[in-house]
C-alpha cells in the first residue's frame, strides 16, 4: 500500500476515505482535519485561551499536541480521581500527563480531588450510591464540576475534550436506542455556553476514528497510559463502540456515516415538524385525488399512465 500524496510506503489505510498514508502526510493529515472541524462547527479562534481536559490517555494528550502544533493557546487540566484499582490508574495517568507537559513546556492544572474534597472518587461513590453501582456517575458529576469550574476560574474562553469519532457514536447509539431526547437534542460538537456560569465546550477530535488517534500518538512518540480505568471494564459504551466496529468491519465508513448524517439531520431541524421538508408540500394528486409531496401529479399516477 503506498501514500496516495507522494508513493512512499503507507503507514495508515483509512477504509473510510480510502485514503493510505505515509507516516509524514498522515502527522499533517491529522492536524489539517482538526483545524477544519474547529472552523466547521465554529469552536475557538486563535485569540482564545484553550483548558484542555487530559486524562494521561491517548486521545486528551494527542489533541493537546495537535492544538499545540496548530498554534492555539492551550493549557491542560489533570484531574485526579484517586483510582488505584491495582494498576496506579490515577498515579500513572498523571505521570504520563505531567511527563507529556513538562517536555513542551505547557502549563498543567492539577486537581486532585482526594487532595481538594478529603474522599477518592471510590470513597465518594461507596457514601452516595452505597456500593450499588460503579463510580461513573459520580466520577462524571465530580468531572464535569472540576472542569467547568477550573475553566471559569482561570478564565479560559473554552473547555476542549478529547471525545474521538468512536466515543460520540457510540453514545449516539446508546442515546438513540434508548430515545432519550434530551441527550440527542444537546449532542453536538460545540456547546455554547448558554447558561450563566457554564464555559463553552468543544469537541475537535469528533470525526476522527479512536484507530487514527492511536495511529497519531503513537507515530508522534507520545507516551500515553495504557490501561484504561479499571471501571470501565463491561461498561455499555465499550459493549456499542464494539457493536459499531463490527459494523464498520462490513461497512468501512458505517460509523463516521451514522454520527454525521445524525449531525446533518439536526441541522435540517430533526426534532422538529420542520424537519420533514416533503411534508410542507403534501398536496392532493389532481389526478387521484391522493396526497403527494411529488410536484404536479402524483409517482403513482406518472407510473401507471398509458404509455
Ligand atoms: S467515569 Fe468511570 Fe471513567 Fe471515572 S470511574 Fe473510571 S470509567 S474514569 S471515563
Ligand atoms: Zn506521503
Ligand atoms: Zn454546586
Not at 517536555?103 to 498543567?108: A, H, K, V
Not at 387521484?288 to 398509458?306: H, N, W
Amino acid at each position: 500500500m503506498k501514500c496516495r500524496k507522494c508513493n512512499k510506503k503507507a503507514v495508515i489505510n483509512m477504509r473510510q476515505h480510502k485514503l493510505a498514508l505515509c507516516q509524514t502526510h498522515f502527522l499533517d493529515w491529522i492536524p489539517e482535519q482538526v483545524q477544519r472541524c474547529i472552523e466547521k462547527y465554529h469552536m475557538f479562534s486563535k485569540q482564545e485561551r484553550l483548558l484542555v481536559a487530559v486524562s494521561g490517555g491517548k486521545d486528551s494528550l494527542s489533541l493537546w499536541d495537535i492544538l499545540w502544533r496548530l498554534g492555539y493557546q492551550a493549557d491542560g487540566l489533570y484531574i485526579g480521581l484517586g483510582i488505584d484499582g491495582g494498576s496506579h490508574y490515577s498515579a500513572q495517568s498523571q505521570q504520563y500527563a505531567e511527563a507529556f507537559a513538562a517536555e513542551r513546556g505547557l502549563n498543567l492544572n492539577i486537581v486532585s480531588i482526594p487532595e481538594t474534597y478529603g474522599k477518592t472518587i471510590p470513597k465518594i461513590a461507596e457514601s452516595t450510591l452505597r456500593g450499588r453501582a460503579k463510580p461513573c456517575s459520580v466520577c462524571g458529576i465530580a468531572k464535569r464540576h472540576i472542569m467547568n469550574r477550573i475553566a471559569r476560574e482561570g478564565e479560559y474562553h473554552v473547555l476542549v475534550t478529547g471525545h474521538n469519532l468512536d466515543d460520540e457514536a457510540a453514545v449516539l447509539l446508546g442515546n438513540t436506542l434508548n430515545w432519550i431526547p434530551g441527550y440527542l437534542v444537546r449532542q453536538w460538537p460545540v456547546l455554547e455556553a448558554n447558561r450563566p456560569g457554564l464555559v463553552r465546550k468543544a469537541k475537535p477530535l469528533c470525526r476522527i476514528y479512536e484507530r487514527e488517534m492511536a495511529a497519531y500518538a503513537l507515530l508522534r512518540g507520545i507516551e500515553y497510559v495504557y490501561d484504561e480505568c479499571p471501571y470501565s471494564v463491561g461498561s455499555t459504551t465499550l459493549y456499542y463502540k464494539e457493536i459499531l466496529n463490527r459494523l464498520e468491519a462490513d461497512r468501512p465508513g458505517a460509523k463516521l456515516n451514522f454520527y454525521l448524517t445524525f449531525l446533518d439531520a439536526k441541522k435540517k431541524g430533526l426534532f422538529s415538524p420542520q424537519a420533514d421538508p416533503d411534508l410542507e408540500q403534501i398536496h392532493a394528486c389532481p389526478t387521484c385525488g391522493q396526497p403527494t409531496s411529488a410536484p404536479g401529479e402524483c409517482v403513482f399516477c406518472r407510473m401507471i399512465k398509458p404509455g
